[in-house]
């Protein structure tokens, strides 16, 4: 009976939201529609079926332009001054917003995945991805910067390796990001 409950619950939290969102904006719709219809219809003699759904559209469109220029704007010029006050916060907020835009945002830094000769000997490669190819800034030429993500979590190293051990391997970053950190389990095809 409990996970009955459970999932009714579930269900509610994921349906609620549209639900109530879904009856909203048809009683915005009616009562817009319904009042301009009436003016429309009263005052220019014209009838324009659809009229409701135009204007909330604009109407929903103004509220998003209103929300992020003139409300959220102020919350992220208070955010930044807090960082800018607390140093240790801006670090950890500023590694973290860092990692996350390098596997989602739009300057991907894991966009190339490679293969690193670690023993040749036993011929014992590690998989990574290539994040910085030019260390000529920390004078170290002929070396290329390496990501190793632990498998099982959310941690790596960073190895800075010869470039004549790194293979590029013509894979999409995201299978082998999933084949390093299931350690293998999930598998590409």
Do not use: C
């Amino acid at each position: 009976m409990k996970k009955l409950v459970r999932f009714f619950l579930q269900g509610l939290l994921y349906t609620a939201p549209i639900a109530i969102t879904a009856y909203i904006l048809y009683l915005i719709f009616n009562n817009v529609d319904g009042f301009v219809q009436k003016w429309l219809q009263e005052f220019l003699h014209i009838k324009i079926p659809g009229l409701g759904i135009i204007i909330i559209v604009f109407l929903l469109v103004g509220i998003g332009f209103i929300g992020q220029t003139i409300i959220a704007q102020p919350f992220k010029h208070l955010f930044n001054k807090l960082l800018d006050k607390v140093t240790i916060l801006k670090v950890v907020y500023s590694a973290f917003r860092d990692l996350f835009t390098a596997f989602v945002g739009e300057e991907r830094k894991f966009g190339q995945p490679v293969k690193v000769m670690v023993n040749k000997s036993l011929g014992i490669e590690k998989l990574g991805f290539m994040t910085k190819e030019d260390l000529s800034s920390i004078d170290d030429k002929g070396r290329v910067a390496v990501y190793f993500p632990h498998s099982y979590n959310w941690s790596g190293e960073l190895v800075l390796v010869p470039s004549e051990l790194v293979k590029e391997i013509d894979i999409p970053p995201a299978e082998v990001m999933k084949f390093i950190v299931s350690a293998g389990v999930a598998g590409w095809d």
